[in-house]
C-alpha cells in the first residue's frame, strides 16, 4: 500500500480557478484549485502528452493547454471522448502540507 507523499505546502496550491504543475520523483502532477476544491491529477494529458499543469479552469474542469480536452477533476473523465480519461489522485492537506497518494 503507497504512502501519502509531499507535494508542497498549502500556501504553494494555486489559488482558486488555476492549475499548478509540480512533481514527485520525476512524475509531472496538474495540481487544480476548482471551485475551491483541490484535485491532483496525473501531470500529463492522456489525449497526446501535453502538460495538464500549464492549463486552465474552465467550467469547473482542467483543460488542457495543447488541445483543449477538459477533464472532470473528481472522476478524470473527458468531455470530449469517453475513453481518454486521465487518472486522479487521492489527496489531502495535512499539517500545512499538500499530501498526495500515488
Known sequence: MSEFERICSAS?????????????????????????????????????????GEGIVE???????????????????SDQDPVVKVQVFHSKIEAGELMVKI
Open 12 to 52: 504553494e496550491v494555486p489559488a482558486e480557478g488555476y492549475v499548478g504543475e509540480f512533481s514527485i520523483k520525476g512524475r509531472p502532477l496538474c495540481v487544480a484549485n476548482v471551485n475551491g476544491a483541490i484535485a491532483v491529477l496525473d501531470g500529463v494529458c492522456p489525449h497526446e502528452g501535453g502538460p495538464l
Open 59 to 77: 467550467d469547473g474542469r482542467v483543460v488542457c493547454p495543447w488541445h483543449a480536452y477538459a477533464f472532470d477533476p473528481r472522476s478524470g473523465c
